[in-house]
């Protein structure tokens, strides 16, 4: 009954809007870190990236996780059009680079068609003000992997390249991030 009590809290939690305080025309902080693509580690910058175009910037929980497994796929499954709207993707979480590097390239979720930052100590999370949870010694992954780190609030910024965020979103399912960052991006693209 514990357990069913214990659950339902979280849910309900994991339902409500995101705590982050970063809003639309809010500067998003510039951040690097070691990030994964397809598998193989790389020095991923932010600043960088928004040479390119606008970025979506997705916070979530932790690799292997039910609502984050679905995520990654539909971000995955999404990336062309992201690309059409001229945009780019990186999922940053506070998972190690060799669970990133898994989690990256597996078919079943990131696919090799985004990076995935990993952010151990939690320093680019709090820079987005995205509120991150100490994690419990007992918690696995769908894998039955121990997790072993906190995790950070599910919330997703739309950053345009003058480093301006345009939309966050949060207290939404996981797919539904990805609905509204591709909407937000293809608006963005609408514009030029």
């Known amino acids: ?46 600043k960088t990236a928004l040479k390119k175009g ?12 039910g609502g984050c497994n679905i995520e990654a796929h539909t971000f995955s499954v ?3 059009k992201f690309a059409a709207a001229g945009a780019s993707i990186v999922g940053v979480s506070l998972d190690s ?8 390239k597996d078919p079943s ?6 990076p995935t930052a990993s952010d151990p100590d939690g320093r680019i999370a709090k820079s987005f003000d995205v509120a991150v949870e100490a994690g419990s010694p007992g918690d696995v ?10 995790f950070a609030d599910r919330t997703t910024f739309i950053v345009t390249p003058d480093g301006k965020i345009v939309d966050t979103i949060g207290g939404v399912k996981p797919a539904e991030h990805v609905e509204k960052a591709l909407a937000a991006v293809q608006d963005l693209a609408a514009k030029k």
């Open 1 to 46: 009954m514990k357990r069913l009590l214990l659950g339902c809290v979280v849910m309900s939690l994991a339902s409500l809007p995101a705590g982050a305080d970063l809003k639309p025309g809010d500067a998003a902080p510039e951040f690097t870190a070691q990030a994964s693509m397809n598998g193989k580690a790389f020095h991923y910058a932010l």
């Open 78 to 80: 999404n990336a062309d």
């Open 141 to 150: 992954d769908t894998r039955g992997q121990a997790i072993g780190h906190g």
């Open 109 to 114: 979720y990131c696919a090799g068609k985004f």
């Open 97 to 104: 680079i060799q669970r990133l590097n898994d989690f990256s």
């Open 54 to 65: 606008p970025v979506v910037v997705y916070f979530y929980p932790s690799a292997y996780t």
